[in-house]
């Protein structure tokens, strides 16, 4: 089995497939964890998933003289500490206690709010692939311009520059499609 440096490194030059052998590797293992921290609750399997993927894209933060194990741990440890902190805040529920009263969006307006993120997405295509990837990174991956920064190896200045460059290419792209008589989204 490969070393996990040599995976990681694969990894962060943009080899997304390798990271499945660190998943494999690890999945047991913080589930385990996560299991014990949470009691067997029956949502520990998307936590798991919660850990890999803040895992996958904290990967630039990691510090390889370290022990990649134990960073890993440490954030599910505490991935699993949050989890247990809003629990305890949040009151018990038992199902009689549950009114059948919905306050979510209704279905039209779940649906509207789809079509408008795909019609921005669409928008976005339009633009260069710096740009693109700059607004993608910051407003579909929520990543910090820390964050952004360490990915693209850019000075976190670079990015705040780059992201509002981008965004108002974004804008000229939606009023250049409203005037043409479309709907911009």
Known sequence: MQDDREIIAKVLQGNKEAYALIVNKYKGKITSILQKSLQHSHDV???VQEVF?????????????????????????????????????????????????DDGPAPED??????????????????DKEHRTILALHYLQQLSYREISNKLSLSVDTVRMRLSHARKKLREQLVKTEKKGGHPL
């Open 110 to 127: 779940a649906y509207l709010v789809k079509e408008q993120r795909n019609g921005l997405k669409r928008q976005m295509m339009v633009l």
């Open 45 to 47: 399997e998307d936590i």
């Open 53 to 101: 993927i803040k895992a996958y894209y904290s990967l630039p933060d990691y510090n390889p003289n370290h022990s990649f194990p134990a960073w890993l741990y440490r954030i599910a440890i505490n991935r699993g500490i949050d989890e247990w902190r809003k629990r305890k805040r949040a009151p018990f529920v038992t199902e009689m206690d549950i009114e059948l009263k």
